[in-house]
């Protein structure tokens, strides 16, 4: 069964509203969680670490006032596309692992993923 | 950067063999994984190898990993209709801790 699970699967919202997609870990401890976006018919782009309890790691392009990442427990990871506008429509998926940095354990297991669209 | 490639399409008729390669220029990945994405879906594991292994089998799927020449594959065996999806590889490299996807093969199984 899921491992991981991401809530909601879809949503649609207006522009310069808020969104906010929800990632938790079943079955074990996610001290990592790991945010990627997809774009149709691409691969994923990773977009943040998150460690819990400590801020998230942007990857170089990715403006982190515009996609704020709470990780406070180690269940649950948090994205959240703020002013969403119509070119943030896309497909974003966390994963999760126990472990961080040289410690990680892996496999990574993901979520079914969000399909945003914003109006 | 690291870097991860693979193939962006094969096609087999159902009941062969399909053989999907991926390369990568990470040496100090650890673990390379196959994930495999259903139309609108998340990603599915498949399997996963460790470095220091050069082959694992697991019911249709078999992983090899020339870790000489950076090289990747998933065979899947008696390839069923069901079958039919993007199959991404991915490469955890324990110097970025990170976890670096391909393009993904999308694999069409024909009648």
């Known amino acids: 069964g899921a491992v991981v699970s991401q809530h909601p699967s879809r949503v649609i919202c207006k522009s310069g509203t808020s969104v906010k997609i929800e990632c938790r870990s079943l079955d074990f401890q996610a001290t990592t969680m790991f945010w990627y976006r997809q774009f149709p018919k691409k691969s994923l782009m990773l977009m943040a670490t998150s460690n819990e309890g400590s801020k998230a790691t942007y990857e170089q392009g990715v403006e982190k006032d515009k996609f704020l990442i709470n990780h406070a427990s180690l269940t649950l990871s948090t994205l959240t596309v703020t002013s969403a506008h119509p070119e943030d429509s896309s497909f974003y998926i966390c994963?999760?692992?126990?472990?961080?940095?040289?410690?990680?354990?892996?496999?990574?297991?993901f979520g079914n993923g969000t399909r945003l669209t914003v109006t | 950067g690291e870097d991860v490639e693979q193939s962006l399409f094969l096609s087999v008729r159902e009941g062969d063999s399909s053989v999907i390669n991926c390369t990568y220029t990470?040496?100090?990945?650890?673990?390379l994984y196959w994930y495999k994405q259903e139309p609108g879906a998340g990603l599915q594991l498949l399997t996963y190898?460790?470095?220091?292994?050069d082959m694992k089998q697991d019911q249709r799927l078999t992983v090899l990993l020339n870790k000489k020449d950076k090289h990747l594959s998933l065979r899947i065996a008696d390839t069923q209709t069901g079958d039919s999806a993007i199959y991404f590889c991915?490469?955890?490299?324990?110097?970025?801790?990170?976890?670096?996807f391909g393009s993904g093969t999308r694999l069409l199984v024909r009648p």
């Open positions: 190898i460790f470095s220091n292994m």
């Open positions: 991915a490469c955890w490299g324990d110097s970025s801790y990170k976890l670096i």
């Open positions: 994963s999760a692992a126990e472990g961080q940095g040289p410690k990680l354990r892996s496999p990574l297991h």
């Open positions: 990470d040496s100090s990945s650890t673990y």
